[in-house]
């Protein structure tokens, strides 16, 4: 029997394996690594590379964004150490909303930088990413419908912010709630009422929003007269008023345009109005027309005109009537009239003799 080579290990199916299968296995393993090994070198190092570009732009753009919004909010203290620094900018309110705005586009910035960067690198392992894809648009789909009122207060806090619709500190009126803004987020804003009650109102349900505190405000105040004044002199008390409210402090800077008389508003046959109008600062309206109303009034009564709801006028002396007292004549006073006829009374009825 010839010798042969004791083998090195037991196959359960092909028997025991020999040095020299051994050999050629470790032959052929050796070239397969040397002709792969270029192949993983290249993909290592373009998954390495994908890696570090995308960490790399990630921290640029978070970096330039943060240094973005710092500057923003420099500009907005600086602003408001000014003058009109606290008519032009709300530091609050322009902190919140640049912090909101970076925080959104860092997100962005992330989500996008991040998302392809593992396509790439599900690229390089030659995955083929159809299925997957489509099973994303699949899942977002989904969540989209089942999640749609988050998304929908989301998107719409974004272009909130973005537009600069409202901020902190102003007075708007949101449909289903008004009040001072407090807060402004990218999914609930928060007001607080006259009464010093909270609201939180969801971005997705604000349809229509007025914004009393952006521009100007109008102070309207209505003086109503007797119809026998003279309407220029009415004029002419309101605009010497009217004058010296606005030569006078504070008064002067929440005034931004002339007090205007606009003319009658309304006529009627006991009394007349006039409407008395002028531009204010933003929320400075209703003390604009308190102050107003005060000093009309106090001009009024020096000129000597009457304002409608105040004292009654004194009656004229006059020589009275005497025939004011007595009754008008009547018909029935005549006996012999048809009327004074109809009212006697009738004389009383005969007995009638019955007997025979």
């Known amino acids: 029997m010839p010798w042969s080579a004791p083998s ?17 296995k470790a032959t052929n393993a050796a070239g397969w690594v040397e002709e792969n090994w270029s192949t993983w070198l290249n993909t290592g190092l373009r998954i390495l590379l994908i890696i570090v ?8 753009i978070r970096r330039a964004l943060t240094k973005l919004i710092e500057r923003m909010n420099r500009s907005a203290q600086a602003v408001e150490g000014t003058a ?4 032009l900018v709300n530091a609050e309110r322009r902190r919140q909303r640049s912090e909101a705005i970076g925080s959104v586009l860092r997100s962005v910035a992330s989500f996008l930088i991040l998302g392809t960067a593992g396509l790439m690198i599900l690229g390089a392992f030659k995955i083929d990413l159809a299925p997957l894809l489509a099973s994303a648009g699949v899942a977002g789909v989904a969540i989209g419908f089942g999640a749609r009122n988050l998304v929908t207060d989301f998107l719409s806090g974004v272009f909130m912010i ?3 619709q409202y901020g902190v500190g102003d007075s708007v009126d949101a449909g289903v709630a008004s009040g001072e803004v ?14 010093g009650e909270i609201w939180y109102v969801r971005n997705g349900e604000i349809k229509r929003i007025g914004n009393l505190s952006q521009g100007w405000a109008t102070a309207a105040v209505d003086v109503t007269v007797r119809p026998t004044e003279d309407l220029d002199h009415v004029r002419s008390v309101i605009t010497e008023a009217a004058d010296a409210l606005a030569k006078d402090e504070p008064w002067n800077e929440r005034l931004w345009g002339p007090v205007e008389v606009l ?12 409407r008395v109008a002028a531009k204010t600062m933003p929320g400075k309206a209703l003390g604009v027309e308190r102050e107003l109303r005060w000093r009309i009034k106090r001009a009024f009564d020096e000129a000597g005109i009457r304002i409608v709801g105040g004292l009654p006028a004194p009656a004229e002396e006059s020589t009275p009537d005497p025939t004011a007292g007595m009754a008008a ?21 005969q007995p009638t003799n019955l007997t025979k």
């Open 162 to 164: 973005l537009e600069d």
């Open 8 to 24: 090195l290990a037991a196959d359960p199916l092909n028997g025991p394996v020999t040095l020299d299968e051994a050999a050629q």
């Open 263 to 274: 003319g009658l508003n309304e006529v009627l046959l006991d009394s007349m109005t006039v």
């Open 329 to 349: 004549p009547s018909a029935f006073a005549s006996p012999t009239s048809p009327q004074g006829v109809a009212a006697t009374p009738l004389p009383p009825a």
């Open 84 to 87: 009109l620094g606290g008519l």
């Open 182 to 195: 407090i807060e402004v987020g990218l999914r609930v804003t928060k007001l607080r009422g006259d009464n």
């Open 53 to 60: 570009v995308a960490l790399l732009l990630r921290m640029a």
